[in-house]
């Protein structure tokens, strides 16, 4: 039975390639499960044979169809909601055009802004551009742009959608934004599911900075969490699982994610996941960051896998997103696969 599989170093032996995320491309190892089956088993509560990657281990995509992806590109443009973004070169990423906030008065939008109908969308032809990389031995994983606070700042500037949050004389016209950008983002899950089917898809939501999350937790529950949870039900009515990407420190904010229903969260390291892991590892999955200079040693390296196995990955349960050395991920591998049979002997695998 393959569950049973003892470690193997021929595993290491590359099978493929894809594009790297942020480098060279990623070998695919020949893994006793593929890398699909890993990553569900860890989304459905049961241990994998190693701990699954977050990047390189699924078919990640962006739907090019999305008129928010379109304006985020190089090529810059107006998204779905009229509102316009540059391409900045040294970021390597865009930004809405600064110094003309397109939302004059909250309580007014619907006078400033278009709203997007992703029923309208290309989504044939953005399957048929996309789903042809897909490999059918890798769950597919959908990063989904711009949700709530963000679409809120694009419109206002992040000062003035922070005051609109806790102005009772604005936040009327908060929530009414936020029930239009709602029913929105349920469209775009619901074609997402219909075209590509995917496995796992992303919210994407940032709630915080280095420092502190950008708002109290009983402003968050009023004025945000709501809506986040009606699209979490969503999510899980169409049969899948729901990852938040969300920057800066907001590890007050995790029992609220929770009771919206993400499966997991891509957080920061500034946020302390084995502290948050031993409170909610029970209900939640959390990404272990793993970081080593690109002239780290072997026995550098050595002791930050060690330490992940000690800590945080010591069920295998999380997901891990690995920069370094190319080693760096190939060691977390055996690590992982090493950690998984003693698992198995110990009687502690969860099948």
């Known amino acids: 039975m393959a569950l049973d599989t003892l470690f193997d170093v021929k595993e290491l032996t590359p099978k493929g390639e894809i594009p790297g995320m942020f480098g060279p491309p990623t070998p695919i190892f020949d893994t006793p499960i593929t890398h699909k089956e890993n990553t569900l088993r860890l989304y459905q509560g049961k241990t994998p044979m190693w701990a699954p990657f977050a990047f390189g281990d699924t078919n990640m995509f962006m739907v090019s169809c999305d008129p928010e992806n379109q304006a985020r590109s190089p090529k810059g443009g107006k998204d779905g909601y009229g509102i316009e973004w540059v391409f900045v070169e040294q970021a390597g990423g865009a930004m809405v055009k600064p110094g003309n906030p397109v939302i004059e008065d909250i309580n007014h939008w619907e006078d400033y802004v278009t709203v997007p109908d992703p029923d309208t969308w290309d989504w044939e ?34 000062g003035n959608a922070a ?28 074609n997402l599911k219909k075209w590509f089917n995917p496995d ?19 402003t968050y529950e009023e004025m945000i969490f709501p ?12 049969g899948m699982y729901w990852d938040l ?32 892991k031993q409170m909610y590892g029970d209900q939640f999955i959390f990404t272990a960051n793993i970081e080593c200079p690109m002239e780290a040693t072997d026995e550098e390296m050595d002791a930050v896998v060690d330490n992940f196995i000690k800590t945080i990955g010591a069920d295998n349960r999380c997901l891990v997103e690995a920069r370094g050395p190319a080693a760096l991920r190939e060691k977390l591998y055996v690590a992982s696969r090493q950690n998984y049979d003693r698992l198995l002997k110990e009687g502690k695998v969860i099948f």
């Open 200 to 218: 796992i898809v992303n919210f994407n939501d940032d709630w915080g900075s280095q420092r502190a999350q950008f708002f109290s937790n009983d």
């Open 227 to 238: 809506y986040v949870k009606e699209i979490g039900d969503h999510v899980h009515s169409l």
């Open 125 to 158: 032809g953005c399957y048929n551009e996309t789903a042809k990389n897909f490999r059918d031995d890798m769950a597919t994983f959908t990063a989904v742009p711009g949700c709530l606070f963000e679409r809120l700042i694009a419109g206002m500037d992040f």
């Open 245 to 276: 990407h969300s920057c800066g420190f907001v590890e007050p904010l995790v029992p609220f994610m929770i009771k919206e229903g993400f499966n997991s969260w891509g957080g920061q390291p500034l946020n302390d996941k084995w502290k948050l």
């Open 163 to 190: 005051l609109a949050l806790i102005d009772d004389d604005e936040k009327e016209g908060v929530h009414r934004f936020f029930r239009t950008v709602t029913e929105v983002h349920k469209k775009t899950y619901s």
